[in-house]
């Protein structure tokens, strides 16, 4: 593989990871729009299950989170290293 086909696939996979990056901060919104239901309804229950439920939402939006920063990272990292390339 030349550094052209390198740099060519990096081109690529930033693109992807932009895509990526789009499709879970979707996810992140909706989500938030969903907790925000969910968390009003649930507001003084002291079931188990609400408990339950309020951690599945914070785990969620966690997930979330930690999903967009390796993203970042990745695309970061594939930057550097194009730039390395030339």
Known sequence: MSIGEVKAALA??????DQAGATVEGVGTDLDEVSALVLATLHDSQRAEAAQ????????IREVKLTLRVIAAA????????????
Do not use: E, F, P, T
């Open 75 to 86: 695309a970061d990292n594939g930057s550097a290293y194009r730039d390395v390339l030339g």
């Open 53 to 60: 439920a309020r951690k599945a939402i914070a785990d969620a």
């Open 12 to 17: 690529q996979a930033h693109q992807s990871l």
